[in-house]
């Protein structure tokens, strides 16, 4: 049973898109109308304000639910249904989605750094790549929602999308920590195969004509690169959220708010990455876990894995992988530091 269809909720859907893209034009227009590099206190500032956004919006979203469940007789019917219980759990369910959104988007965050230093983009410029690349990626983001409220009612496509979480969870967990050589990667080499490329960054200009001709900058190609693989990981990511929930708006509207939080996360961290190297893994055993979700342990909890288990699971897999990250990071810095002393 779906509480929160597109049809019935239409509104709902409309003015989230609407807030959003407010949000954006107050983000580009005003707070960066000028290109400037943005500092770890300005990023920390708007990651936190996105954060508290998405637990602002799941408050409301409870109060909502509980008025809505609670006041309706369609619902109050239904035999053993429990109006409080029900929204707690959509709640959990948007807590869940945007807490495994932020943790795979800390992947995008690493090709963002592997992608701006291959091609040489200016600190100062990276915001506006940002910024017009995950435009993008709400955009799509929204088809493959779209698309996976249908398909996702087919058990097959469950149990194939489950597989795929669990194939990609292995893969990515033997890929190691090595540094990735983006001159070998298909996708870099078909996009200059298909655009002329000038070799030089001129300002924020995605394009440039000279003698006639025109020509698109590193900085149109690494925002093609970027959305590009954000595609690829929407495969993974999109289908990890419908393993906790069938609601395609708590699927949606979690998925957007991590999204949108993703720049200025990528600035923040942007410093310290190299101490976060062994978080792979973490999110490695979360795209498992997910991916048995959907193929084995909803049926064997009869249909719907506890939502407070997976959060907790999550929270303990991702929490495990940070605090490694730092304390074998910290040993090695130490390392380094008494061998040059020595």
Same mark, same amino acid.
């Given at each position: 049973m779906i509480f929160f269809g597109f049809l019935d909720y239409w509104w709902f859907y409309a003015s989230f898109i609407l807030f959003v893209i407010a949000m954006l034009a107050l983000d580009l227009g005003v707070f960066h109308r000028k290109a400037h590099e943005v500092s770890f206190k300005e990023?920390? +500032?708007? +990651? #936190?304000i996105w954060i508290s956004l998405a637990l602002i919006f799941n408050l409301f979203f409870y109060q909502y639910a509980l008025w809505k469940f609670s006041n309706d007789p369609t619902y109050l019917a239904i035999p053993g249904f429990n109006p409080q219980e029900q929204a707690k759990t959509f709640a959990l369910e948007f807590l869940t989605g945007f807490v495994i959104e932020k943790s795979l988007a800390i992947d995008n965050i690493f090709i963002f750094a592997v992608v701006f230093s291959y091609f040489a983009i200016p600190k100062i410029y990276q915001h506006r790549i940002l910024f017009w690349g995950i435009l993008g990626a709400l955009i799509f983001r929204a088809i493959f929602i779209a698309m996976g409220s249908v398909l996702m009612q087919y058990k097959w496509v469950v149990i194939f999308f489950g597989l795929l979480l669990i194939i990609t969870g292995i893969k990515m967990f033997f890929a190691g920590t090595e540094d990735k050589d983006l001159s070998k990667n298909i996708l870099i080499r078909g996009l200059k195969k298909i655009f002329r490329i000038h070799p030089k960054i001129e300002g924020q200009n995605f394009f440039i004509k000279q003698n006639g001709i025109l020509y698109a900058t590193p900085l149109f190609i690494a925002l =093609?690169?970027?959305?590009? +693989? /954000? *595609? *690829?990981?929407? &495969? /993974? #990511? &999109?289908?990890? =959220?419908?393993?906790?929930?069938?609601?395609p708006l708590i699927v949606f509207t979690s998925n957007i708010f991590a999204i949108l939080g993703l720049r200025s996360m990528y600035f923040m961290l942007a410093g310290v990455m190299d101490r976060f190297a062994y978080i792979k893994y973490g999110l490695a055993a979360v795209l498992i876990f997910v991916g048995l979700k959907m193929t084995y342990l909803n049926e064997l909890f009869g249909g719907k894995f506890p939502i407070t288990w997976s959060l907790s699971i999550i929270s303990i897999l991702i929490g495990s992988s940070v605090i490694a990250s730092m304390i074998i990071s910290s040993r090695k810095e130490n390392s380094i530091s008494k061998g040059e002393s020595l």
């Open positions: 990023a920390a +500032t708007w +990651t #936190s =093609i690169f970027l959305e590009l +693989t /954000d *595609i *690829i990981f929407a &495969v /993974d #990511s &999109v289908p990890a =959220i419908f393993a906790l929930t069938k609601e």
